[in-house]
C-alpha cells in the first residue's frame, strides 16, 4: 500500500481479496495442513483487514455492523476428539 487508493480501487481491491479469503477458506476446509495455503490465508485477510479500516477511515463504514472477531483456528469447527453437534444424541 505505497499510494493511496482512490474510492473505487480500493473497493475493488477489497473485493478481490475478499473472493481470496474465501476461496483459501474453503481450500482450507479439505486441506487443514497445507502450511502455505494456511500461510497465504493469513497474508490475504491481514491485508484485507488493513484495507477495509482504511477505507473505513477515509470513506465510512463497509458495513452497517460491526467485525466477528478473527481465531487463528476459526475454519475448525470441531476438532477430530469432538462429535459434531449432530453425533451428541
Known amino acids: 500500500m505505497n499510494k493511496m487508493l482512490d474510492k ?4 475493488r ?6 473472493f481470496s479469503a474465501v476461496e483459501l477458506n474453503l481450500f482450507l476446509d479439505t486441506h487443514p495442513n497445507d502450511a502455505q495455503a494456511l500461510q497465504d490465508y493469513q497474508y490475504v485477510i491481514n491485508t484485507l483487514q488493513q484495507l477495509k479500516d482504511l477505507y473505513n477511515q477515509n470513506y465510512g463504514p463497509l458495513l452497517n455492523f460491526g467485525y466477528a472477531s478473527v481465531n487463528d ?9 469432538e ?7
Not at 8 to 11: C, F, G, I
Not at 83 to 89: G, L, M, Q, S, T
Open 13 to 18: 481491491k477489497i473485493q478481490e481479496l475478499t
Open 83 to 89: 462429535k459434531w453437534p449432530w453425533e451428541n444424541v
Open 8 to 11: 473505487q480501487e480500493l473497493e
Open 73 to 81: 483456528n476459526y475454519w475448525n469447527w470441531v476438532s477430530e476428539e
